[in-house]
């Protein structure tokens, strides 16, 4: 029994370990299910008319816009309330708005009124995304044993590319098995439906987690900030600006990296829709096996070693890795594809662990939400936008591994001086 209210508490069980890395499963399927599916969704809430991806994409962009929002609201009651409760308010948002989504009228039966109420939902899943990311990485962080944070908080990120996974996949077999006609009729509904009973099952699940140990501490303690987010701002302003580097670098690499390219590859004319798809599934597979094994050598040779090398190939590589993508070859392709999902694993992976652990247990969650979410809102949700304006309007196809390497380049200084947050070098 513990006495001291102060005393690190025990790791949470492995049930509820599971329940809330898994749950990253439904938050990334269902919002990467968007971007994979940006093509039909175009056509299907947009009309035919030329501009209508970029438009989606611009759709996408705004709606990002309001996830930090959605993590300072969710980060605060996170930060005064417990972890849990949190997760299950964000949880609950995200189940309504897919469901909501699924059931939808089309631009052909009430013209562009669909596209303003495809936009609403997406700010609406926005919100509660933000919410989400800040909630279980804490939660992870907090309930691992202090030798395995880097492993057990990465293992968020390689689930939420199971997310990514099941959304491409879903994506690629929706169009592949239904007729063009079938597929914007109804059958774009059956990826969101699937998504809605997915959000629904975590929901129960999370009815029976633990609370986080790091937030029994200091509620026992009485430390818990009563406002976090001016908590976050005065004491732990440092923290805030280099996870936003960090997440900055993190974002632009997986949205621009991963989960835009179907798009890219379907707009430039280099492959059809349905083998974009398939493309992008075997990088998610990739992108699974990288982000455990970064997490896991973080744990061993420290976070900054490992961070560092994933930047260096974040802003050598994905010029030549869009080449190979556009060169007509479709083994070609598929390297180029497998290798930037590879840098984009590695640095979500690494980014989870260290943005959590620049803060203390106290304001946590507002702290992320100031700096990671923030940033993956303007180098996330913005990111695939300006790629597709530049690489169709301007006519440069590198443009989007340009954007990319320039970001790297710009985060690699605060990358080089992190100090170093594996336990044992702290």
């Known amino acids: 029994m513990i006495t001291d209210p102060g005393a690190p508490r025990p790791p949470v069980s492995r049930a509820s370990t599971v329940i809330a890395t898994v749950s990253t499963v439904v938050e990334w399927y269902d919002f990467t299910l968007y971007l994979y599916f940006a093509t039909v969704l175009s056509r299907v809430f947009l009309g035919p008319g030329a501009g209508s991806l970029a438009a989606t994409l611009a759709a996408f962009a705004v709606a990002y816009l309001l996830r930090p929002f959605g993590a300072i609201a969710f980060g605060h009651i996170g930060d005064r309330f417990g ?43 926005s919100f509660a995304v933000g919410g989400e990311y800040v909630g279980v990485v804490a939660y992870l962080l907090e309930g691992a044993r202090p030798e395995r944070r ?18 491409v996949a879903a994506s690629a077999a929706t169009v592949h098995w239904l007729s063009p006609a079938a597929l914007d009729s109804w059958g774009w509904r059956i990826p969101f439906v699937f998504g809605a009973a997915l959000a ?16 029994e501490r200091q509620r026992d303690a009485g430390s818990a900030p ?14 805030v600006l280099r996870g936003f580097a960090i997440s900055a670098l993190g974002s632009v690499t997986y949205y621009v990296g991963i989960t835009y390219v179907p798009a890219y590859l379907t ?38 070693p490992v961070l560092t090398g994933f930047a260096l190939a974040g802003a050598t590589l994905p010029v030549a890795m869009f080449a190979l993508m556009t060169s007509g070859s479709a083994a070609a392709a598929l390297l180029g594809a497998v290798a930037l999902a590879c840098v984009a694993g590695g640095v979500s992976a690494l980014g989870a662990v260290v943005t959590a652990e620049l803060f203390p247990g106290e304001g946590r969650l507002s702290g992320l939400a100031l700096g990671a979410t923030t940033a993956t809102a303007l180098f996330g949700g913005v990111a695939p936008f300006v790629a597709q304006i530049l690489t169709e309007r301007a006519g440069w196809p590198m443009a989007p591994g340009v954007m990319i390497s320039v970001v790297a380049l710009c985060v690699l200084p605060v990358v080089l001086r992190l100090p170093e947050t594996r336990v044992g070098a702290l």
């Open 83 to 125: 972890r849990r409760r949190s997760m299950l308010l964000s949880v609950g948002v995200m189940t309504g708005a897919m469901l909501m989504t699924a059931m939808l009228p089309t631009y052909a039966a009430v013209g562009p009124a669909a596209g303003w109420m495809l936009l609403a939902l997406r700010c609406l899943m």
């Open 150 to 167: 880097g492993l057990v908080a990465s293992s968020a990120s390689a689930a939420s590319e199971i997310g990514a996974l099941l959304a």
């Open 200 to 215: 629904l099952g975590v929901w129960i699940a999370r009815a029976a987690m633990q609370e986080s140990p790091d937030f």
């Open 226 to 239: 009563e406002r976090p987010l001016r908590h976050a701002l005065r004491h732990h302003h440092r923290g």
């Open 267 to 304: 707009s430039t004319g280099v492959f059809a829709e349905g083998h974009a798809l398939w493309l992008s599934t075997a990088a998610a597979f990739a992108v699974i096996l990288v982000t455990p094994a970064a997490g896991a050598l973080s744990d061993r040779f420290g976070r900054k």
